[in-house]
């Protein structure tokens, strides 16, 4: 499984930056700006140009004063739009520095901030066109600027190995701090796509639960008015003389069955009832792999204790995370799977183990460390081939892989051929190999002896 329905992992994130963001981050710039050429020129004596300076500045004063009062505070900006407002930022700051004293100027680090920023809103190419325009904007700045020179004559400079060690650490900087920016803001967002498919799949599991409840309840609640209904009617069809009246009386009987069977069907699905709230480990794994056993695949069982005489097969929690969980990791052995596909639950008076092998290609050597992380897009090279439009498995794995960790489950995953010499019952089973390890106490394991009672035993009074 890789994506969720009703969930699209390509969001175009660049719309999510606000106005006012920008904005603010612009005052802050201004006010450092302005104080940094106040200090300068009161402070250190600096000769400075001050009414270009002051134009630069203006220049931002007019464009934030225009964006307050032209725009909504709450606009949300496009990508084009923020690209613009940086590069105007990145330029601002250019023309500024040019005037300073270029790269002999220390707050020329600042010009990496519109990249950096870039970085984490916008898309990986305008990123790069951002990146080049600055190391073109510094590159610029460091053969031609305004020199800073002091009220009395004397010119403050960087010996020149010095500049060109400076403009090689911008330059660097500019491309470190994008890529690594860029990288763990998609890192971050793919993880939180992740979460959010993995918290709507679970919210649906739990819906069907909830919703095969009441229909079970429905089912169970309107049992005795339909088979008083029967009953009446029965008695009408035998007393009534009209043929008319008699046809009417069979018509509401048949329709009662109609209701009864139709209810009886849909109580069929009813999992959260007393009676399904819990159950054998082997019902809840069955029911888990049920929906995938007719895919032209063979799905072999093996249920047993792990020890000859060991406990008695345990009674589990039936959390819906446990059921969506291995429903994946059943999904994707299927999927992969030449013929056939093996799923083996053992039980100790301590843990529970199942393990779903298939005999299909594995998973590759590049992925299987980053097995679970979100979008990881391919299980095997050779996968494409086999089935043509296949996506990835990452999302599906991790979901799985949350889910059932949520429930407390320690999940590994192999190859056949790793385990092979070590293990002969793989050696058949060349393909993937999970492997999911549950305490007995974190699912709510009993043997059928612990069983609470389904209810409380009411007594019929007589009337």
């Known amino acids: 499984m890789v994506d969720q329905p009703g969930f699209n992992s390509k969001i175009n994130r ?118 080049a325009a600055t190391i073109g904007f510094i590159s610029i700045v460091a053969m031609w600027h305004l020199p800073l020179r002091t009220e009395d004559g004397f010119i403050m400079k960087m010996p020149q190995d010095f500049v060109i060690g400076f403009w090689t650490a911008l330059v660097i900087g500019v491309m470190f701090l994008g890529l690594f920016a860029s990288r ?142 291995l429903r994946n990791l059943v999904q994707n052995a299927v999927d992969f799977a030449a013929a056939n596909v093996w799923i083996d639950v053992g039980w100790d008076n301590e843990t529970i183990v199942l393990t779903i092998s298939d005999d299909g290609p594995g998973f590759s050597s590049q992925v299987i460390g980053r097995i679970g992380d979100p979008f990881v897009s391919e299980r095997n090279k050779g996968s494409s081939s086999q089935r043509p439009g296949y996506d990835g498995m990452g999302l599906g794995l991790f979901i799985a892989k949350t889910l059932l960790e949520r429930s407390g489950a320690e999940l590994s995953f192999a190859n056949g051929g790793d385990v092979g010499s070590a293990a002969p019952q793989f050696e058949i089973r060349s393909g993937a190999i999970v492997q999911a390890r549950w305490p007995l106490d974190r699912i709510g394991a009993t043997s059928d002896s612990e069983r609470p009672a389904l209810g409380e035993n009411i007594a019929i009074e007589a009337t």
């Not at 200090?39 to 307050?68: E, H, K, M, W, Y």
């Open 184 to 325: 763990i803001t998609a890192e971050v967002h793919a993880m939180s796509d992740a979460l959010t498919a993995t918290q709507m799949a679970l919210a649906r599991e739990q819906k069907l639960t909830d919703l095969g409840g009441v229909v079970a309840a429905a089912a169970h609640e309107l049992g005795t008015p339909l088979a008083t209904i029967k009953l009446a009617s029965a008695e009408l069809i035998d007393e009534l003389d009209d043929p008319q009246l008699k046809e009417d009386a069979m018509l509401i009987r048949d329709q009662a069955d109609r209701c009864r069977d139709i209810l009886r069907s849909m109580g069929q699905a009813g999992k959260d009832d007393l009676l399904m709230r819990r159950a054998p480990l082997s019902a809840v794994v069955r029911e888990a792999a049920e929906p995938h056993e007719n895919r032209g695949k063979n799905v072999h069982y093996d249920i047993a204790a792990l020890t000859l005489g060991g406990p008695k097969q345990p009674t589990i929690d039936r959390h819906p995370e446990i059921i969506h969980g």
């Open 14 to 131: 660049s719309n999510w930056v606000r106005l006012r963001t920008l904005i603010v981050l612009r005052w802050v710039a201004i006010g450092g700006q302005l104080a940094a050429i106040t200090v300068a020129q009161r402070l250190f004596d600096l000769d400075l140009n001050l009414g270009l300076c002051f134009l630069a500045i203006s220049a931002s004063i007019v464009a934030n004063l225009v964006a307050v009062f032209v725009f909504p505070e709450n606009k949300r900006l496009t990508e084009f739009e923020v690209a613009w407002m940086l590069l105007f930022d990145i330029g601002q700051l250019a023309f500024l520095l040019a005037l300073t004293g270029g790269l002999n100027n220390p707050f020329a680090l600042l010009i990496m901030a519109p990249v950096t920023i870039s970085a984490t809103a916008l898309k990986p190419g305008t990123t790069a066109l951002l990146g």
